[in-house]
């Protein structure tokens, strides 16, 4: 059983779309952390979010924890080619860290 | 800052050999490493978790026989995969932390068994 689930998979969209990835579970979570992994890279650290309904954002990237700390969502606007990537959610739980297996996103120039 | 290097980027080596995989926070001291495996356009597994001078915590299903790994210091963590054989060919990435849940990641080793 996958606890985290993230969909979609795989995402292919024209540069300057809009797009929202999510990251769902029926587990709570202290914390839960987005990563973005470029082929032949270790991920990277996009941003933690702690709090129930916390809201960040990093440029282009919004990130929402859900109140209830189970889901999340990534949403980015106006995707560029170097968005492209891998793109992880982790959520903290019992000491853990579990990772989802990931959305790829694709961004057309 | 937080700065974390693997080596080797990539191996091959032949079935039966073994293999060691270091991992180096640069630039400052990491309480916890972690030991991650990854299979093509899938997530990341964690294999362990080890703590500067102490044993390893191997996750389910992983052969801490097979997978060796110390952590020498605040700085280097090891992973010497023992024995390999052609199904331990994977992507190998390890991350450091120096505070709980703060991890950083290194770029991988690309392990192939042949």
């Known amino acids: 059983t996958q606890l985290l689930e993230q969909s979609p998979q795989f995402l292919s969209i024209q540069e300057g779309e809009n797009l929202t990835v999510y990251c769902n579970s029926s587990?709570?979570?202290?914390?839960l952390q987005w990563y973005r992994q470029e082929p032949g890279e270790g991920p990277v650290l996009l941003v933690t979010?702690?709090?129930?309904?916390e809201v960040k954002k990093l440029k282009r990237l919004t990130f929402q924890f859900g109140d209830a700390r189970k889901d999340s969502s990534l949403h980015i606007t106006a995707a560029q080619p170097g968005d492209t990537g891998l793109y992880l959610c982790?959520?903290?739980?019992?000491?853990?860290?579990?990772f989802g297996k990931g959305t790829r996103l694709h961004i057309l120039p | 800052g937080a700065v974390v290097s693997q080596h080797p980027s990539r191996v091959i080596c032949k079935s039966g050999t073994s293999v060691k995989i270091e991992c180096r926070s640069l630039?400052?001291?990491?309480?916890?490493m972690f030991w991650y495996r990854q299979f093509p356009k899938q997530s990341l597994m964690l294999m362990a978790t080890?703590?500067?001078?102490?044993?390893?915590?191997?996750e389910q299903g992983v052969e801490k026989d097979k997978f060796l790994i110390n952590h020498a210091s605040l700085t280097l963590s090891t992973l010497t995969v023992t024995s390999a054989h052609p199904e331990d060919s994977s992507f190998y990435i390890c991350?450091?932390?120096?505070?709980?849940?703060?991890?950083?990641f290194g770029p991988g080793t690309r392990l192939t068994v042949t």
């Open positions: 991350s450091a932390a120096r505070v709980p849940y703060e991890q950083y």
């Open positions: 587990s709570v979570f202290s914390s």
């Open positions: 979010v702690v709090t129930g309904g």
């Open positions: 982790a959520g903290v739980r019992d000491d853990k860290i579990i």
């Open positions: 630039d400052f001291q990491a309480t916890t």
């Open positions: 080890s703590n500067e001078g102490s044993k390893a915590t191997y």
